[in-house]
């Protein structure tokens, strides 16, 4: 008998503890912004807070990208909003985690699309996930900007979707200038991460290597989980390269570096600008020294916009910001910069984005949008790893 | 070539490490532990802060991360463990994955996401050994490597200890009527694997120069390969696995190519696992025998929902989008109803079937791609893909899974890990077909009768018209001749075949079943993503969808639908938690296993 009572104890609670934890969620669901919020924004809200909802990851694998992403956002924020706000209302976003996992973006663009406060929205870090929900967005005529999404078909699911990611046509090709011109490499081994991303930028690097007269000695794709890369190195040492290309990010760039010594190679490392990170050189340490790489932002660039970013990047964090941090602090700079002049409406920001001319942006100068809904005229500077620092390089 | 074979010895050296742990913990507790890599990877993180915080030299680091990690095996084992005794094992397999994530999700918010650089305070001394180098660090690493496995060895061979260890491991019961405690077994077990996990962790990261939160997964799931490969409880036959499985992944990616590593490193344990069940190195080459079915999975007595209850429960869920007009939550319903058809799918296997399958994300993908290339390539109209995909998801479904359905229990489900990863690294791997990494874009939203049905409430209708459509067909076959050979198969196999009921024939109509109703998911989510790629079909999914099937309750068609909507919905009702908020979805997942371990739409039989 009072084993059956137990029982049912136990049947209530579990029950109740569903019920509390689904109705908790529910009576929240207007979610409150998490963005940096000084006590006027708080203030403020009540006025028409303008929002930019946010989706990416900020638990699971990806999470170290989604905090950068937040430091980019927070410190634009405070600039717009020291200057006025859009349209003298107060700029703010909403960030919703979605672990970059597809299966989860697809609701947050629903809840995006039916909160009347939100005017556009940016995300997601990776491309299932972002793709996943771009749909939605296109329907609902909702702008989704793009801040890493690289993949090809990224932009052309509809003109609501907008990418201001360094996109691979521009990258890939002047690494392979970079290489073959700069340095003067012939034989290049190609080892890229097989991702939409790597295996495209592998694609392009190797078109235009080969028009610029180098043979690919070699091209290997590894997998995203890889931390052995031994075996794929005496390949490439035996193909005999006098260039070893990387199409990697920084963690596994830095992995690579590491263990290119210990299969006995000894060849001029150039690596693709996703390696440019303070990271690359923190987990590769002394591995690291002498490979080349190009970017679009360096915090030693001349140029004052990028001074100024760096500057209160610096202030603001304590650290060097990195191009993920650039990419976040323009994303939001860019739909500000947009609504400013045409209003917060979510059409008229669309075609706003179209027609805008001269958008300030760290990574790319004084830019516009392009027919393919990318970012046009990217500059790029040539980096080498000096010293345990990324210095400027003039060939 | 001879430098392929040392690299593979290289990388092998490293396996061996983790793998000796898991080989001997699985031994005592009949637990494959999926907390293991986390313990892992946070003994690599208690290393890191010993040398960059507090600048330790190797020594004394060593003992530290023994110490908290034996301790934190403790832990894992007082609180996911020893409370879930007799809940049975698909329970324990459940409560170790909750254990697990609490970990990862801990270390992330206490050390950040970002991976740490962690430099070795030990003169890095190299050989030259054929065309590569060798460094101290390859050496240490042997040498801990094999000084733990003698230890360990000696210790359950020679000491009153590792006898009563012994002894658990082989019959529980009989242990405890011999005056073993049975309990201190447990603990002492959980305390040397997790002191294991730690150092292999420390080390580890020390060999990589980095230290992350999601590190253990990829490095627990070689471990438990190798140790798969050598026979599990077998310790030698770990570290000869370990060395077999870098080997042969090194020769792959040099005759090969990179992406086929982890596929080689499947189809050698499904090759081994087919001719040699219990490992390369048992002693017989029959299976041992399971502990008696029951305790392997706890069945209760269904519910039993009143009819008119399921038709109200059908009716308002039909009617709701006329009442809620709220586009997010339309549409979490209808992700849960997709989720849902696909936890009946597994309930077939494993609750009805009794077979544990840890990669069900396989069966949506065949059916999730089969609709993409048939829709995107052949230019099919939506409505014939749906009917088709599922044949085609169904026919390979069942060829790829009859190899390792001669297997049982555990050796099954690490199997069906293995398959479900297989069919996500064919994915990327067969280019041609379905374009690799890229992924197949611009899938058209699903059309029928030339209306494109586009809008959140539309998707909810189909998604939910699908679900009702599997729900009948499984409480159907549920009630059939066909659910009760199932059963019988699920309850006492030997048995069963007494009766005629050949296991490996309904095993695969199970698995066939199985996967044409995933299937049906698959295209579901195709359709409403508009994009898939290989990294789509995460082992997490599979692992969720598991999840779902065990909280409401197994063989129990309704919770299955039941689990996933409590899975869907409530991860993102917990969304004002922010980071906190699949810690506590790893916190509830023990309370509700705890409190009904039989699931939420069960009675206790």
Same mark, same amino acid.
């Given at each position: 008998?009072?084993?059956?009572?137990?029982?049912?104890?136990?049947?209530?609670?579990?029950?109740?503890? *569903?019920?509390?934890?689904?109705?908790? /969620?529910?009576?929240?669901?207007? *979610?409150?912004?998490?963005?940096?919020? /000084?006590?006027?924004?708080? %203030?403020?809200? #009540?006025?028409?807070?303008?929002?930019?909802?946010?989706?990416?990851?900020?638990?699971?694998?990806?999470?170290?990208?989604?905090?950068?992403?937040?430091?980019?956002?927070?410190?634009?924020?405070?600039?717009?909003?020291?200057?006025?706000?859009?349209?003298?209302?107060?700029?703010?976003?909403?960030?919703?985690?979605? %672990?970059?996992? $597809?299966?989860?973006?697809?609701?947050?663009?629903?809840?995006?699309?039916?909160?009347?406060?939100?005017?556009?929205?940016?995300?997601?870090?990776?491309? $299932?996930?972002?793709?996943?929900?771009?749909?939605?967005?296109?329907? #609902?005529?909702?702008? %989704?900007?793009?801040? *890493?999404?690289?993949?090809?078909?990224?932009?052309?699911?509809?003109?609501?979707?907008?990418?201001?990611?360094?996109?691979?046509?521009?990258?890939?090709?002047?690494?392979?200038?970079?290489?073959?011109?700069?340095?003067?490499?012939?034989?290049?081994?190609?080892?890229?991460?097989?991702?939409?991303?790597?295996?495209?930028?592998?694609?392009?690097?190797?078109?235009? #290597?080969?028009?610029?007269?180098?043979?690919?000695?070699?091209?290997?794709?590894?997998?995203?989980?890889?931390?052995?890369?031994?075996?794929?190195?005496?390949?490439?040492?035996?193909?005999?390269?006098?260039?070893?290309?990387?199409?990697?990010?920084?963690?596994?760039?830095?992995?690579?570096?590491? %263990?290119?010594?210990?299969?006995?190679?000894?060849?001029?490392?150039?690596?693709?600008?996703?390696?440019?990170?303070?990271?690359?050189?923190?987990?590769? /340490?002394?591995?690291?020294?002498?490979?080349? *790489?190009?970017?679009?932002?360096? $915090?030693?660039?001349?140029?004052?916009?990028?001074?100024?970013?760096?500057?209160?990047?610096?202030?603001?964090? !304590?650290?060097?910001?990195?191009?993920?941090?650039?990419?976040?602090?323009?994303?939001?700079?860019?739909?500000?910069?947009?609504?400013?002049?045409?209003?917060?409406?979510?059409?008229?920001?669309?075609?706003?984005?179209?027609?805008?001319?001269?958008?300030?942006?760290?990574?790319?100068?004084?830019?516009?949008?392009?027919?393919?809904?990318?970012?046009?005229? $990217?500059?790029?500077?040539?980096?080498?790893?000096?010293? !345990?620092?990324?210095?400027?390089?003039?060939? | 070539?001879?430098?392929?074979? =040392?690299?593979?010895?290289?990388?092998?050296?490293?396996?061996?490490?983790?793998?000796?742990?898991?080989?001997?913990?699985?031994?005592?507790?009949?637990?494959?532990?999926?907390?293991?890599?986390?313990?892992?990877?946070?003994?690599?993180?208690?290393? &890191?802060?010993?040398?960059?915080?507090?600048?330790?030299?190797?020594?004394?680091?060593?003992?530290?991360?023994?110490?908290?990690?034996?301790?934190?095996?403790?832990?894992?084992?007082?609180?996911?463990?020893?409370?879930?005794?007799?809940?049975?094992?698909?329970?324990?397999?459940?409560?170790?994955?909750?254990?697990?994530? +609490?970990?990862?999700?801990?270390?992330?918010?206490?050390?950040?996401?970002?991976?740490?650089?962690?430099?070795?305070? @030990?003169?890095?001394?190299?050989?030259?050994?054929?065309?590569?180098?060798?460094?101290?660090?390859?050496?240490?690493?042997?040498?801990?490597?094999?000084?733990?496995?003698?230890?360990?060895?000696?210790?359950?061979?020679?000491?009153?200890?590792? &006898?009563?260890?012994?002894?658990?491991?082989?019959?529980?019961?009989?242990?405890?009527?011999?005056?073993?405690?049975?309990?201190?077994?447990?603990? +002492?077990?959980?305390?040397?694997?997790?002191?294991?996990?730690?150092?292999?962790?420390?080390?580890?990261?020390?060999?990589?120069?980095?230290?992350?939160?999601?590190?253990?997964?990829?490095?627990?799931?070689?471990?438990?390969?190798?140790?798969?490969?050598?026979?599990?409880?077998?310790?030698?036959?770990? =570290?000869?696995?370990?060395?077999?499985?870098?080997?042969?992944?090194?020769?792959?990616?040099?005759?090969?190519?990179?992406? &086929?590593?982890?596929?080689?490193?499947?189809?050698?344990?499904?090759?081994?696992?087919?001719?040699?069940?219990?490992?390369?190195?048992?002693?017989?080459?029959?299976?041992?025998?399971?502990?008696?079915?029951?305790?392997?999975?706890?069945?209760?007595?269904?519910?039993?929902?009143?009819?008119?209850?399921?038709?109200?429960?059908?009716?308002?869920?039909?009617?709701?989008?006329?009442?809620?007009?709220?586009?997010?939550?339309?549409?979490?319903?209808?992700?849960?109803?997709?989720?849902?058809?696909?936890?009946?799918?597994?309930?077939?296997?494993?609750?009805?079937?009794?077979?544990?399958?840890?990669?069900?994300?396989?069966?949506?993908?065949?059916?999730?791609?089969?609709?993409?290339?048939?829709?995107?390539?052949?230019?099919?109209?939506?409505?014939?893909?749906?009917?088709?995909?599922?044949?085609?998801?169904?026919?390979?479904?069942?060829?790829?899974?009859?190899?390792?359905?001669?297997?049982?229990?555990?050796?099954?489900?690490?199997?069906? =890990?293995?398959?479900?990863?297989?069919?996500?690294?064919?994915?990327?791997?067969?280019?041609?077909?379905?374009?690799?990494?890229?992924? +197949?874009?611009?899938?058209?939203?699903?059309?029928?009768?030339?209306?494109?049905?586009?809008?959140?409430?539309?998707?909810?209708?189909?998604?939910?018209?699908?679900?009702?459509?599997?729900? &009948?067909?499984?409480?159907?076959?549920?009630?059939?001749?066909?659910?009760?050979?199932?059963?019988?198969?699920?309850?006492?196999?030997?048995?069963?075949?007494?009766?005629?009921?050949?296991?490996?024939?309904?095993?695969? @109509?199970?698995?066939?079943?199985?996967?044409? =109703?995933?299937?049906?998911?698959?295209?579901?989510?195709?359709?409403?993503?508009?994009?898939?790629?290989?990294?789509?079909?995460?082992?997490?999914?599979?692992?969720?969808?598991?999840?779902?099937?065990?909280?409401?309750?197994?063989?129990?068609?309704?919770?299955?639908?039941?689990?996933?909507?409590?899975?869907?919905?409530?991860?993102?009702?917990?969304?004002?938690?922010?980071?906190?908020?699949?810690?506590?979805?790893?916190?509830?997942?023990?309370?509700?296993?705890?409190?009904?371990?039989?699931?939420?739409?069960?009675?206790?039989?």
């Amino acid at each position: 008998m009072s084993l059956r009572r137990a029982q049912h104890a136990r049947v209530l609670l579990a029950g109740v503890l *569903t019920f509390a934890v689904v109705t908790a /969620g529910c009576s929240l669901a207007p *979610t409150t912004p998490s963005g940096a919020q /000084g006590p006027a924004g708080a %203030q403020n809200a #009540a006025q028409g807070e303008v929002l930019i909802g946010v989706m990416g990851p900020l638990t699971g694998d990806n999470a170290e990208y989604g905090k950068i992403w937040r430091r980019g956002f927070d410190l634009a924020l405070e600039e717009i909003n020291a200057a006025g706000g859009v349209q003298g209302r107060p700029l703010n976003y909403v960030f919703e985690d979605t %672990q970059s996992d $597809p299966k989860q973006t697809p609701a947050v663009a629903q809840k995006f699309v039916s909160d009347p406060r939100i005017v556009a929205v940016i995300g997601d870090f990776s491309s $299932p996930a972002s793709m996943a929900a771009s749909p939605i967005f296109q329907r #609902a005529g909702l702008v %989704q900007l793009g801040i *890493t999404n690289s993949h090809p078909d990224f932009t052309k699911t509809g003109d609501y979707i907008w990418s201001n990611s360094g996109s691979q046509e521009d990258d890939a090709p002047f690494l392979a200038t970079l290489a073959v011109e700069d340095l003067g490499k012939k034989r290049l081994a190609v080892l890229h991460m097989n991702t939409d991303w790597g295996q495209t930028s592998a694609d392009l690097f190797i078109a235009k #290597a080969e028009s610029l007269g180098a043979e690919i000695v070699l091209r290997e794709a590894y997998l995203l989980t890889e931390k052995d890369f031994r075996p794929v190195l005496t390949k490439a040492r035996d193909a005999n390269p006098d260039a070893l290309i990387l199409i990697s990010y920084y963690n596994d760039g830095a992995l690579i570096a590491q %263990q290119i010594d210990d299969v006995g190679l000894d060849v001029t490392v150039v690596a693709i600008g996703s390696t440019y990170s303070p990271q690359f050189i923190a987990l590769g /340490g002394e591995a690291v020294e002498g490979v080349y *790489t190009a970017t679009r932002f360096h $915090p030693a660039d001349p140029r004052p916009e990028a001074q100024e970013f760096v500057r209160k990047y610096r202030e603001k964090y !304590g650290v060097e910001p990195d191009n993920f941090a650039a990419v976040a602090y323009d994303g939001i700079k860019i739909l500000a910069a947009v609504l400013n002049e045409v209003g917060v409406d979510r059409k008229a920001l669309r075609d706003g984005l179209e027609k805008a001319e001269n958008l300030q942006t760290v990574m790319y100068g004084t830019t516009a949008f392009g027919e393919d809904r990318r970012l046009r005229n $990217p500059r790029y500077l040539r980096l080498v790893v000096r010293n !345990g620092a990324f210095e400027i390089w003039e060939p | 070539m001879l430098d392929q074979l =040392i690299n593979g010895l290289v990388v092998g050296n490293l396996y061996a490490l983790t793998a000796v742990g898991i080989t001997q913990i699985y031994g005592v507790a009949n637990v494959i532990n999926f907390a293991h890599g986390s313990i892992y990877m946070v003994g690599a993180f208690v290393g &890191w802060m010993a040398v960059t915080w507090f600048g330790l030299p190797l020594l004394p680091t060593l003992g530290l991360v023994l110490a908290a990690s034996a301790l934190l095996g403790l832990l894992v084992e007082r609180v996911a463990i020893r409370p879930y005794t007799g809940s049975g094992r698909t329970v324990l397999l459940l409560t170790t994955i909750a254990a697990g994530l +609490i970990l990862e999700q801990a270390a992330q918010l206490i050390w950040g996401p970002e991976t740490k650089a962690f430099h070795a305070p @030990i003169a890095d001394v190299r050989f030259r050994v054929g065309g590569g180098f060798i460094g101290t660090l390859d050496l240490v690493i042997l040498a801990v490597g094999l000084t733990t496995a003698l230890v360990l060895w000696l210790f359950l061979k020679r000491s009153r200890l590792g &006898w009563a260890v012994r002894a658990t491991a082989q019959d529980r019961e009989a242990a405890l009527q011999m005056g073993v405690d049975v309990h201190q077994v447990s603990r +002492i077990s959980f305390a040397m694997a997790g002191a294991l996990a730690g150092v292999s962790g420390l080390l580890v990261g020390l060999y990589y120069h980095s230290v992350y939160h999601t590190m253990g997964f990829s490095a627990s799931l070689k471990g438990f390969t190798a140790a798969l490969l050598g026979g599990l409880g077998n310790i030698p036959g770990a =570290i000869l696995g370990a060395y077999l499985l870098g080997t042969a992944e090194s020769l792959a990616v040099a005759w090969l190519g990179s992406t &086929w590593r982890d596929l080689v490193g499947i189809a050698l344990l499904l090759g081994v696992l087919l001719f040699r069940p219990g490992g390369l190195f048992a002693a017989t080459r029959a299976l041992l025998p399971e502990p008696t079915v029951g305790t392997f999975i706890p069945i209760g007595r269904p519910l039993r929902i009143p009819r008119w209850a399921l038709l109200a429960a059908a009716a308002a869920a039909l009617v709701l989008p006329l009442v809620v007009r709220n586009g997010y939550w339309l549409q979490v319903l209808a992700t849960a109803w997709i989720f849902g058809l696909l936890a009946i799918s597994l309930n077939l296997i494993t609750g009805t079937a009794g077979q544990i399958s840890l990669g069900h994300a396989g069966f949506l993908a065949l059916g999730a791609y089969a609709s993409a290339i048939l829709t995107t390539r052949l230019q099919l109209p939506f409505l014939l893909a749906l009917v088709v995909s599922p044949l085609i998801a169904a026919a390979i479904g069942v060829v790829i899974c009859y190899p390792a359905l001669r297997l049982r229990g555990q050796y099954l489900a690490v199997a069906t =890990i293995g398959l479900g990863q297989g069919i996500a690294l064919v994915a990327l791997n067969w280019t041609s077909l379905t374009r690799g990494a890229l992924g +197949i874009s611009n899938i058209a939203p699903p059309t029928l009768f030339g209306v494109e049905i586009a809008s959140a409430a539309g998707f909810y209708w189909l998604t939910l018209l699908l679900l009702i459509g599997g729900v &009948w067909v499984a409480e159907r076959l549920s009630g059939s001749y066909l659910g009760r050979a199932f059963r019988a198969v699920r309850e006492d196999e030997v048995a069963a075949r007494a009766y005629g009921v050949g296991l490996e024939r309904y095993k695969s @109509i199970a698995f066939g079943l199985s996967a044409f =109703i995933a299937a049906f998911a698959g295209v579901l989510l195709a359709h409403s993503y508009t994009y898939i790629a290989p990294d789509t079909f995460t082992h997490a999914l599979s692992l969720q969808v598991l999840t779902m099937v065990v909280l409401g309750g197994l063989d129990s068609t309704m919770g299955a639908v039941v689990g996933a909507l409590a899975l869907i919905a409530i991860p993102e009702s917990a969304r004002f938690l922010a980071e906190y908020r699949f810690l506590v979805y790893g916190l509830l997942l023990l309370a509700m296993l705890r409190f009904r371990p039989r699931g939420l739409l069960s009675a206790a039989s």
